[in-house]
């Protein structure tokens, strides 16, 4: 008897956590927020020390089984500010598709991104019109010598109970230093 009250009350106390977790988690009908509140910047006005342009690859599909079977991504690129200190300016961020042909500017000018702060850009799985094998240059700099952004793509999808997803890391293809 005692054992029976104690697994009745193991179950209600888990079905509470998942009710208590559920409540925590944005609902499918309320979009998670993307971008923290960017402050634009006159890039005019600025001293720049240090700079960097950033390759990232990224796929908005991948290929299974065989070249004529695509599984479409969602592509979320993200920018870490990795310095504890000192902020960075995103001057622009560019997503190209396949062909490498611009597909689109994600920042009409450039933002500041404070100490440790991240931000991040999403192509959504519907977007296959950019091809399978797209790609992402960053653009940041900063006034005072500040340490490299951490600048990833991450892809996801998901089938039912499948899922897939990996990440993708930026690589410096130019740089200003003081």
């Known amino acids: 008897m005692i054992a029976l009250l104690e697994s009745r009350r193991i179950v209600l106390f888990l079905a509470a956590l998942v009710i208590a977790l559920a409540a925590c988690s944005p609902s499918p009908s309320q979009p998670a927020e993307v971008l923290p509140t960017l402050s634009p910047v006159d890039i005019a006005d600025l001293d720049v020390v240090i700079g960097q342009t950033v390759f990232v690859p990224a796929y908005s ?93 991450i892809m996801v999808s998901n089938r039912g109970t499948e899922g897939v997803s990996f990440v993708s890391s930026g690589r410096i293809v130019s740089e200003q230093r003081p």
């Open 61 to 153: 599909a991948i290929f299974f089984g065989d070249a004529d079977r695509l599984l479409p991504l969602t592509a979320t690129l993200a920018i870490h500010n990795t310095d504890p200190q000192n902020p960075i300016i995103v001057k622009s961020v560019r997503y190209y598709d396949t062909d490498g042909n611009l597909a689109r500017e994600f920042i009409d000018s450039p933002v500041l991104l404070n100490p440790l702060a991240t931000t991040g850009f999403v192509v959504a799985t519907d977007e296959l019109e950019t091809g399978w094998g797209t790609n992402f240059l960053v653009e940041w700099v900063a006034e005072t010598p500040a340490f490299e952004p951490v600048i990833e793509a």
